[in-house]
């Protein structure tokens, strides 16, 4: 059973950094990309990053380029989203999520961890 | 990149049937045989109920299809049930390894 659980979430004052991490079981971690997609409170679903499986290749939205990073050990089986220079607007839920072999759709999603920043 | 548009709500009966369209451009839901669809009760996780346009997950129900022409998408949910009352958004590749999301639109079911 794909198990994907998310942790490191909570309050922070804006431009500070939290680090999320969300741990994988119940299949091959580094065969996959994995993503990072979040929901503000009220809101849609917006995508936020994704990496490749080797973790050789790594994209994101325009809305978090250059503040948030995202990052996997294999050897953990652990994905995480690195977060600077955090705004108001990051406020959100954030999902861990495994893409698909194609990559181009989420095929198992985590519970999800709030992030609220504010001061 | 601006959010692929959806209705924010339809409804329907139980037993009835509805459709929510999701329409981008030529550089997204146009482009790629690449949408799907994800449905999300309150405070609940996403769950994938159609990929590559018009497949079904395996435990997903056949009530539940998808189809595209040209821009536009659509999600078709036939013999409404009380459970099926959620949000639901699709998604679409959109080149250079990036994915966006519809808006999502809230389906009441009278």
């Known amino acids: 059973e794909v198990q994907l659980m998310e942790s490191g979430g909570g309050l922070v004052q804006p431009g500070g950094s939290l680090r999320l991490s969300c741990a994988a079981s119940?299949?091959?971690?580094?065969?996959?990309?994995m993503s990072w997609v979040r929901q503000a409170p009220g809101k849609g679903l917006e995508w936020v990053s994704t990496?490749?499986?080797?973790?050789?290749?790594?994209y994101s939205a325009d809305s978090v380029k250059g503040r948030f990073t995202i990052s996997r050990d294999n050897s953990e089986n652990t994905l995480y989203l690195q977060m600077n220079s955090l705004r108001a607007e990051d406020t959100a839920v954030y999902y861990c999520?495994?893409?698909?072999?194609?990559?181009?759709?989420?095929?198992?999603w985590g519970q999800g961890i709030l992030v609220t920043v504010s001061s | 990149q601006s959010a692929l548009t959806q209705p924010a709500s339809v409804s329907g009966s139980p037993g009835q049937s509805i459709t929510i369209s999701c329409t981008g451009t030529?550089?997204?839901?146009?482009?790629?045989?690449?949408v799907s669809w994800y449905q999300q009760h309150p405070g609940k996780a996403p769950k994938l109920m159609i990929f590559?346009?018009?497949k079904r997950p395996s435990g997903v129900s056949n009530r539940f299809s998808g189809s595209k022409s040209g821009n536009t998408a659509s999600l078709t949910i036939s013999g409404l049930q009380a459970e099926d009352e959620a949000d639901y958004y699709c998604?679409?590749?959109?080149?250079?390894?990036?994915?966006?999301f519809g808006g999502g639109t809230k389906l009441t079911v009278l």
């Open positions: 999520a495994k893409n698909s072999g194609t990559y181009d759709y989420f095929d198992y």
């Open positions: 119940g299949f091959t971690f580094s065969a996959y990309a």
């Open positions: 990496i490749s499986g080797s973790g050789g290749g790594t």
């Open positions: 030529s550089s997204d839901v146009g482009g790629y045989n690449s």
């Open positions: 590559d346009v018009s």
């Open positions: 998604c679409s590749y959109a080149g250079s390894s990036t994915l966006i």
